[in-house]
Each structure stands twice: as structure tokens, then as C-alpha cells.
């Protein structure tokens, strides 16, 4: 007989699963202690989060409130409104001079959801996947959580904390690679990658068997080099891209992919099972926003304001050096002159200076505890009173080496 004695198994029946144990992504840690210092009255300066202050482009407001006041709202096909994936289709045209098939464009739930996807429909659980550090925390800590392996491959300056196909191949030769993912404007770094390194670094990977996947979400805000697109170098590329960080459009939850067509019917049925649709109004505000570019380029002058802000005032304040911004809206900054624990330092400076950042141990697992980053999405005024309140807490002298 079955005994329901109360609370007998349920240790058992409410222990979490292996795979779920993954590591927190630090910034949101971040982001809920600055909220506490703010809900007891206090004023932070938000530069630990990804996120522009700005807000969508108006045309993708405008079509938001026509959607509602015309009532319904369906769902869509799995792979997306069709409208929206040739409009995606077109930007590439426009923006990179690249035909893509429209039938390789998949929308998907921001970024995240693509790399769910990407990962599903192309890696076996136990395959080796190469990600950079310093790198994106999600694409280690979801790769662990499909049961896939990601091989760490250290950057250093004198590739510009790029990978490059050496390095890939040296990774390869330890134990087989199935996969490689780069994002190009890179989070944390802002490096970017020439055309000419990234073609190398194709040709690399799939020369050895290695797929190829391009993190592009930080396109559209370059300002060393006009970004170049894998989706142009390799139909055997994958691409991942969203409306989150050009389009200011964080909390849509929309992007999209363009797949190798012979992976389109694979992701296509995952994403049927996975989320039916992304949602329709998110989809129907995306397309809109292609038409408020001009609106966002002025956006874009004002992070190039704030990056010179912080290139030249926070030296000063005493963060001497940092990663090359080429572009995205991040500053890598090393913080070993004051500390070897670069938790501790963003903590204290958060509390302290009520700045907030993030600390690299979240990006970099290897030398992480030299760094903090620093989004410069915000205000330019944000931007001055961060480096005015850095110098003042530096020059006081309140931070502890352990």
C-alpha cells in the first residue's frame, strides 16, 4: 500500500536535480543589493547590468498600443511572424550587404532562448563546446546545464581578448572539440573581431569539424570598426542576434537566429515544445523597431559620449587600465592594484560609493578576481557623478586586500 505519511520522502521528491546546479549569474546578485540600498533611500549609480536607460524605439510602442486596441492576441508560428523574418532578412541586406534566406530566420525569446536552442539542436549531452574567458557567464552555465562541457580558452592582449583560431586548434588538439561560441563586440571586454580574424576563425573551426556559433546581440554598437557578421563568411554558421541591446528592448524578450538550413526543422519542432511562440506583441513591436533606427543611432552617440567620460576620467580616479571598448557599452577594468578579490571590491564600492558593477569573477572564473566591469548605458551625467564617487572612495583609501 502506498504509505502518504506526510514529509516522509519528501526530501527526496524536492532535492533539486544535478543539472540545475549551476552558478548564479553574479549580476543579478548585484542588482537586488542595489535595489536594497534604494528601497532604505539611498542613490546608486547603475553600471552592473546590461541594460540601456533608454527606451524602445517610439515606432515599436506605437505598434504595441495599435496590436491591443485591435484586441486578440494570438500566437504565432513557432519560427516567428513571418513579417518579422523578412524584415529581419532585409536587415541584413541593408546592414551587412548579405542575402539570407528568410526560411533560415528563426525568432526566438531573446537571446537566451537561442542559445537554448542553438545548443539543443546541435551538441549531444557530454560534447566539448569552446567558450573565451573572459566571457558571458550564461554560455558556460547553460552548456552545464544540457549536460554539455565547456572548454574555457583564456584570452590575453596580445590577441586583444579575442580568440583566434590558434588557440582554438591547440583547445581541439587536448581532446576533440563539437563546438565553438564567440561573441563579437564581446561581453565583458568590448573587443571586437576584424574580418579578417573572424574568417580565420571560421575557417579554423570548420576545417576541424568544429561548429560555429556568433554571439552578434552587441551588433549595431560599434565604434572602432563596423561589426562584420558570421551569417556573411559561413552558411554553416549560426548566428545569434536580439532586439535587447541596440534596440533597447530588454524586457520584450525577443531576438532571433539565422540557422544553417539544414538545422531550421530541428529547432523549429524544439521551439514547438519548448515555448509554442515567442510572445506576439513582443514580435509585433520588433518589426516596428527596425523603423526607429534614427532614434536609436542618437542613442548610440550617447554611449560613445559616455565611453570617452570613462576613458579618460576614471585613470584619474585611479582604474589605470582596462580591456580594449571597441564596442557593446562595457568597461573590463582592473582592479588588482587595490584588491585580488574583485567580489569584495564591488561589494564594498557598491555600500560604500553606491556605485554598482560587476564583479569578473562572474565573467572569468581563471583571473576574474583582478577585474569589475562597468556599463556605461546610462546617463552622461550618470556617467560623471560614477567617476567623481570612484575617485572619492579610492582616495579614501576603504577598500581591504585579503
Not at 580558452?153 to 581532446?175: F, N, P, Q, V, Y
Not at 551569417?231 to 541596440?246: G, R, T
Request: charged letters at 20%; glycine letters at 8%.
Amino acid at each position: 500500500m502506498l504509505d502518504t505519511t506526510p514529509g516522509k520522502h519528501a526530501g527526496g521528491l524536492l532535492k533539486a536535480s544535478g543539472r540545475s546546479d549551476v552558478p548564479p549569474f553574479m549580476v543579478m546578485d548585484v542588482m537586488a543589493a542595489a535595489a536594497r540600498i534604494e528601497a532604505a533611500g539611498g542613490h546608486v549609480i547603475h553600471m552592473e547590468v546590461g541594460q540601456p536607460a533608454a527606451p524602445a524605439p517610439r515606432t515599436a510602442i506605437e505598434a504595441t498600443h495599435t496590436a491591443l486596441e485591435q484586441g486578440r492576441i494570438d500566437y504565432t508560428s513557432a519560427l516567428g511572424l513571418p513579417t518579422l523574418r523578412q524584415r529581419i532578412a532585409r536587415h541584413y541586406r541593408d546592414a551587412y550587404g548579405c542575402a539570407i534566406d528568410t526560411e533560415r530566420v528563426i525568432v526566438t525569446t531573446g537571446s537566451s532562448g537561442g542559445f537554448i536552442l542553438a545548443f539543443l539542436s546541435m551538441f549531444e549531452p557530454g560534447d566539448r563546446v569552446a567558450v573565451t574567458i573572459p566571457g558571458y557567464p550564461p554560455y558556460r552555465h547553460i552548456l552545464t546545464a544540457l549536460g554539455c562541457e565547456p572548454v574555457l580558452i583564456e584570452t590575453s592582449s596580445e590577441t586583444r581578448h579575442a580568440l583566434t583560431g590558434d588557440a582554438l586548434l591547440a583547445a581541439h588538439r587536448k581532446a576533440p572539440l563539437k563546438g565553438v561560441l564567440v561573441g563579437s563586440p564581446a561581453n565583458p571586454t568590448g573587443t571586437m573581431i576584424s574580418r579578417e580574424a573572424l574568417t580565420s576563425l571560421i575557417s579554423a573551426a570548420e576545417s576541424n569539424g568544429i561548429r560555429f556559433i556568433s554571439d552578434e546581440i552587441y551588433h549595431g554598437l560599434d565604434y572602432a570598426f563596423p561589426a562584420v557578421t558570421a551569417a556573411e563568411l559561413s552558411p554553416h554558421a549560426l548566428v545569434i542576434n536580439s532586439f535587447s541591446k541596440y534596440f533597447c528592448m530588454t524586457g520584450w524578450r525577443v531576438g532571433w537566429m539565422v540557422a544553417p538550413a539544414s538545422l531550421v526543422r530541428s529547432i523549429e519542432r524544439l521551439q514547438q515544445n519548448l515555448s509554442i511562440s515567442v510572445p506576439t506583441l513582443s514580435q509585433i513591436a520588433a518589426e516596428a523597431a527596425f523603423d526607429g533606427r534614427d532614434e536609436m543611432e542618437k542613442v548610440k552617440r550617447g554611449y560613445e559620449d559616455n565611453r570617452r567620460i570613462l576613458i579618460a576620467g576614471l585613470p584619474q580616479a585611479g582604474l589605470r587600465t582596462f580591456l580594449p571598448a571597441d564596442g557593446a557599452f562595457y568597461l573590463y577594468a582592473d582592479v588588482s592594484e587595490f584588491t585580488s578579490d574583485s567580489f569584495e571590491f564591488a561589494k564594498q564600492m557598491l555600500e560604500q560609493a553606491h556605485v554598482a558593477a560587476t564583479p569578473g569573477i562572474d565573467f572569468d572564473p581563471v583571473h576574474g578576481h583582478r577585474y569589475i566591469r562597468l556599463c556605461y548605458a546610462r546617463s552622461a551625467e550618470d556617467m560623471r557623478e560614477a567617476v567623481a564617487r570612484i575617485a572619492r572612495w579610492l582616495t579614501q583609501g576603504r577598500t581591504i586586500r585579503p
